[in-house]
Structure formats: structure tokens, C-alpha cells
């Protein structure tokens, strides 16, 4: 069966970091993109950033261009979301995808960030 499961969000004050997790089961992590998104209250979900299956080429979105990294650790089947200089406009459900050509894809539940004083 598969899982893909995130965790780490919370509330952090504005200028603080979280590190977000993504933990895959049930199918060949190494097969599939990670894409990590973000819906906002009031807003459509949003693609974030992107990890390739080797881990060798992300891609992020302007809004959180040098402030968030995506990583993966194949031997874990996990991906990661660290996020710093967090503003208060990156408040919302992120949630993990993974995707596959040809395999379909899967996505998790999500985990709440709310950034606030």
C-alpha cells in the first residue's frame, strides 16, 4: 500500500525555519519526482519545488527561491523541505507528490505551516 506521509509543520514566527518531512512506503521512491507543494488559505495549490530522482537538479518556484531547499535521501525513502526566512505569506498546507511518467502519482495529506507573531 502506498504512503507518502509528511510531518514538521508548526507555527514559526516570521524570519524563522522549519524542516519539513516527506516518508514514502509501498512503492520505488527512486522511480518517482518529489515535488513539494503549498495551498494557501484562500488559494489554489501551488507547485514549490521539485527534486529529480537522483537528487542531482531541483527547480523552485520565485516565491521561494533562496529561502527553500529540497533535498532526498533515497536510501530512506524520504524527502525534505527545509524552509528559512519564512514569511508570513508562506502559511498554508504543504504537501508531497510524488511522480512518475507512465506510473501515475501519489500524494500526501499535507502538514500545516502557519507563520505568524
Known amino acids: 500500500q502506498v504512503h507518502l506521509v509528511e510531518s514538521g509543520g508548526g507555527l514559526v514566527q516570521p524570519g524563522g525555519s522549519l524542516r519539513l518531512s516527506c516518508a514514502a512506503s509501498?512503492?520505488?521512491?527512486?522511480?518517482?519526482?518529489i515535488s513539494w507543494y503549498r495551498q494557501a488559505p484562500g488559494n489554489e495549490r501551488e507547485s514549490i519545488a521539485s527534486?529529480?530522482?537522483?537528487?542531482?537538479?531541483?527547480f523552485y518556484a520565485d516565491s521561494v527561491k533562496g529561502r527553500f531547499t529540497i533535498s532526498r535521501d533515497n536510501a530512506k525513502n524520504m524527502a525534505y523541505l527545509q524552509m528559512d526566512k519564512l514569511k508570513p505569506e508562506d502559511t498554508g498546507v504543504y504537501s508531497c507528490?510524488?511522480?512518475?511518467?507512465?506510473?501515475?502519482?501519489?500524494w500526501g495529506k499535507g502538514t500545516l505551516v502557519t507563520v505568524s507573531s
Open positions: 527534486i529529480t530522482r537522483t537528487g542531482e537538479s531541483t
Open positions: 507528490k510524488a511522480v512518475s511518467s507512465g506510473r501515475g502519482d501519489y
Open positions: 509501498g512503492f520505488t521512491f527512486t522511480n518517482y519526482i
